[in-house]
């Protein structure tokens, strides 16, 4: 594993200039433009935003040779600039009117400073190979955020904290507060910042802005809090309005860190644009707004099996009383526009079942886990009247969710609970700042009447990242079909907040271990998640310590378990990141945060290797994992002991041989030390490439010369996860590689019955070793296999979502065992990313097929758009061991045909057809 990527940047060849604009190119046009990877964004935090677009066109080897790009103060003095050739527009509004001789579909705004610029509006003309203009582009907006000054001159606000006892509130939980101030409207463009320590929602007028809920994304209240943006245009009317936010706590708990308060606290900024095109600050938030509760309150304290729910109480919804806001000092930290897409409702779900269970309880069951809110109407209940309503994601053995009275019992279902206190009408319940993960919603308290389920709903809350930017796989193995399906449900409930969630009952954080390696790569397959990545990042930055250790998770809000491989995302996602979307930016922003971490590891090296590192309060309990989650090992529990021997559990595998976790942990080491050098070398850092390849070079010889065994030809504890780990990083001397993977196949075939036995870091590295040296029968096998552990065995258990333990234990929606969807696009679909083109530029076509998988169909969004894919094996005489590759190529981009690692041909946009040999043999 050596990455070495091309140097050469299209953005370094821009060269300003004028170009004949001739007729446009009949069917091709750009679309698709983004800023910052985000759509329209109303703020961003940089005052030189990367632009991009996407080209369509019907013709083959179209190629973009320049373009001509345009930015402009308002959208009627865009359109009227669009209409000039060249760059001849000298207009005041005009901020930028350029033409650059290049390809690239991505280029940093240079035009006139944007400081002060509230809303600007772009659009991009593309010219091709044959100097012919495209159409131009829709007009696309984005926004260049508060100036320091408009920021500072807001004040935090809060409900008042001696107004609470008289409200008889403090047994119900952590109040929601309501935040409200009349505004005057002039009829240029009003703008509303908010930034909210909690979660919040605005309303003007009484009609709710937007579709995001639970915004902000999360991050360190500590070291940073996000604002967000909208456009309130549409919602004021003439003359005075009413402007009106509720905010809830979430993670703004009292004892986690920044956090200075007991409830939600809120800044905000309204910006307008005046008659003369300037913008002017018209309201902030201080002590002239009112504050009044609510009517919802969080129950949980937010720590770890603590989330609870929601208590929502009516009579404080219908009827709040006001009172005069309190300017509050909240600790310093830094105050940014969110970049990473919103939090929506993605799918409504209705009941698909209802029976009543004991006690005029009845459960609903929806048919898949989510994580997302329930949303009930309620028929003819009566004033105070409260109702119970219970989520969880599995059953237990009597049909019954449990309850949290019955975790103690590990194959329970923790529930999460909200209350529901009527006003004695048709009510309607909807969670608000609150989530949960639920399959089942058990609803009593009713007046002994089930209710329809065409009256109970549930809605899946996920990111933004728009339906074009999702992949999708299909194969004539259903097995293959369901699995995958399986592994992107899962990550479409895990997209959330700014960052990959582990899970939604248990814990909600962030775990670096399960968005490592392929199981981040596998998330920037299935979804655009270039914007999630770089807001996660900020805040591994953010949690990085003076000495350069980290946590186990960011943000980091309590302790959580790991390891070294948890804390190495700090090196291998920036790298993905970089390779996925080109995203040079987040690699040399977080360069720094790779070293600073890379020699804090090395002071915990012995004899050239990395040992169990000290026991610090922000990683308490001496966590120091290698792998986790593996299967059940009769010497790890004695209650599967009986088990074991019946032969329900013959993959067990232990997770605490320290073998295993020393060369685990000094194999991130070494696969860290690799980025690093690729890093170094994709940033013009020489001394960094050798000083990296130089560290990496001497700890693989110390991994093959401590952990090597001659007489097994294996290493450490032989272990699936051992094996390929060490495959993978090159540690393994050519001269016994061939016995080491014959061993591995030996073993699981013997052992495991040539299925999966690892948790979910052998499982990464277990695909990546696949797909990297061909592998796909034998990983197919894996998949294959029936029975305990595996995908299969889940889905027979009827699972709709991955599981966090491969026995069913706790979560059902969980970021454990994602890490092997790579292998369906890289692996058998065989579309993979070229490390020497970035982002896509160029990509490689080498399918790998599994014997008895006859076709695949995939499609992998790229940010020059969709790569599609279909390969079948030919079934006629005359073709007969040959593969038909159907294949398209967004423009921007080229594909190299391979066969067994040997370029065949290398093809530019469209659409093409390749027939070849793949193999040489018969596939049967």
Request: aromatic letters at 12%; a positive charge; charged letters at 25%.
């Amino acid at each position: 594993m050596r990455f070495f990527p091309n140097l050469f940047s299209p953005l370094a060849a821009l060269l300003t200039c004028a170009l004949p604009v001739l007729a446009n190119a009949a069917g091709s046009f750009p679309y698709d433009l983004r800023c910052e990877y985000l759509r329209d964004p109303i703020s961003v935090d940089t005052l030189t935003p990367r632009l991009s677009w996407k080209i369509k066109s019907d013709v083959t080897d179209t190629r973009q040779t320049a373009v001509r790009i345009l930015v402009c103060t308002t959208e009627n003095a865009l359109k009227n600039a669009m209409k000039t050739p060249n760059n001849n527009t000298a207009a005041a509004a005009v901020l930028w009117d350029a033409v650059f001789t290049t390809n690239a579909q991505t280029i940093l705004y240079k035009g006139k400073p944007l400081d002060g610029q509230k809303i600007v509006f772009w659009a991009v003309q593309p010219i091709d190979e044959k100097g012919i203009a495209l159409a131009w582009s829709e007009p696309a907006r984005f926004g260049s955020g508060l100036t320091r000054e408009e920021l500072a001159s807001a004040f935090y606000i809060g409900f008042p904290k001696n107004e609470l006892p008289k409200l008889k509130v403090d047994k119900l939980g952590v109040p929601a507060v309501l935040f409200r101030k009349k505004i005057t409207a002039n009829k240029g463009t009003s703008l509303l910042y908010v930034n909210s320590l909690g979660y919040h929602e605005v309303f003007v007028n009484n009609k709710r802005v937007g579709n995001a809920v639970l915004s902000p994304a999360v991050s360190q209240y500590d070291k940073r809090s996000f604002y967000n943006t909208y456009d309130i245009t549409p919602y004021l009317i003439d003359g005075e309005n009413e402007l009106t936010l509720a905010l809830g706590s979430g993670w703004y708990k009292k004892g986690l860190p920044g956090v200075a308060r007991s409830t939600p606290l809120l800044k905000t900024v309204l910006a307008q644009r005046t008659s003369n095109e300037k913008w002017q600050v018209t309201a902030v938030t201080d002590n002239t707004w009112e504050s009044a509760l609510a009517g919802y309150f969080d129950m949980g304290n937010w720590r770890y099996r603590n989330f609870v729910g929601e208590r929502v109480v009516r009579s404080f919804v219908d009827a709040p009383r006001w009172f005069q806001a309190v300017t509050i000092d909240a600790p310093k930290h830094l105050v940014v526009p969110q970049m990473a897409e919103d939090n929506i409702i993605v799918k409504t779900l209705p009941a698909r079942s209802v029976k009543e269970i004991k006690d005029g309880a009845y459960l609903y069951d929806f048919g898949e886990n989510i994580i997302g809110w329930a949303d009930v109407r309620f028929n003819n209940l009566s004033n105070g009247q409260e109702i119970r309503l219970e989520h969880a994601e599995f059953l237990d053995a009597t049909g019954d969710i449990g309850g949290k009275e019955n975790q103690r019992d590990p194959n329970s279902s923790y529930t999460t609970i909200d209350y529901y206190v009527a006003a004695g009408a048709d009510d309607h319940f909807r969670n608000r700042f609150h989530y949960h993960g639920f399959r089942y919603l058990k609803i009593s308290g009713l007046n002994d009447a089930q209710l329809p389920k065409e009256n109970v709903n549930a809605l899946q809350i996920s990111a933004d990242t728009g339906t074009e930017s999702i992949s999708s796989f299909e194969s004539s193995d259903a097995d293959l079909n369901a699995i995958h399906d399986l592994i992107k449900n899962t990550f479409r409930n895990l997209i959330h907040g700014g960052y990959l969630l582990g899970d939604a009952s248990y814990e909600r954080l962030g775990y670096g271990g399960e968005g490592h390696k392929k199981t981040l790569v596998t998330a920037q397959t299935f979804f655009n998640t270039a914007p999630l990545f770089s807001n996660w990042l900020d805040a591994w930055g953010d949690c990085m310590k003076k000495d350069g250790g980290l946590p186990h998770t960011a943000p980091s809000p309590y302790n959580a378990g790991g390891g070294p491989f948890w804390c190495a995302i700090i090196v291998n996602a920036p790298w993905s990141s970089y390779i996925n979307y080109d995203d040079i930016r987040t690699l040399k922003k977080h360069y720094p945060h790779m070293k600073r971490w890379l020699a804090y590891v090395e002071k915990f090296m012995r004899d050239g290797l990395l040992q169990k590192w000290e026991n610090v309060p922000y990683r308490s309990r001496g966590w120091y994992l290698g792998d986790w989650a593996t299967p059940p090992d009769p010497n790890d529990d004695k209650r599967e002991l009986r088990k074991y021997w019946l032969g329900l559990f013959p993959s067990a595998v232990s997770q605490w041989k320290k073998e295993s976790i020393d060369l685990v942990n000094n194999c991130a080491v070494s696969e860290c030390y690799d980025i690093a050098a690729a890093t170094a070398h994709a940033l013009g850092d020489t001394a960094g490439v050798a000083h990296f390849t130089a560290k990496r070079d001497a700890l693989n010889k110390r991994l093959h010369e401590v952990f090597f065994n001659a007489d097994k030809n294996s290493y450490a504890t032989g272990s699936q996860c051992d094996t390929a780990f060490i495959l993978n990083v090159g540690a393994v001397p050519e001269k016994y590689r061939a016995a080491v993977v014959k061993k591995l196949k030996e073993r699981t075939q013997q052992r495991h019955d040539g299925g999966l036995a690892t948790g979910f870091v052998g499982l990464q590295v277990l695909a990546e070793w696949a797909i990297n040296d061909h592998e796909p029968d034998f990983f197919y096998g894996m998949l294959k296999r029936r029975g305990f552990p595996g995908y299969l065995y889940m889905l027979e258990k009827g699972a709709t979502a991955t599981w966090e333990h491969w026995n069913g234990k706790r979560s059902h929606i969980h970021n454990c065992y994602n890490g092997i969807g790579t292998w369906f696009y890289q692996g058998v679909g065989g579309i993979r990313p070229d490390p020497n083109f970035p982002g896509y530029k160029r990509f490689i076509v080498d399918p790998q097929i599994p014997r008895g998988v006859k076709w695949t169909k995939i499609k992998k969004p790229t940010p020059f758009g969709i790569i599609e894919s279909e390969w079948k094996l030919c079934e006629t005489d005359t073709e007969k061991n040959k593969l038909q590759i159907n294949l398209t190529i967004p423009v921007g981009t080229e594909a190299e045909i391979q066969r067994k690692g040997k370029t065949i041909k290398i093809l530019g946009s469209g659409r093409h057809t390749v027939t070849y040999c793949p193999e040489g043999t018969q596939r049967e």
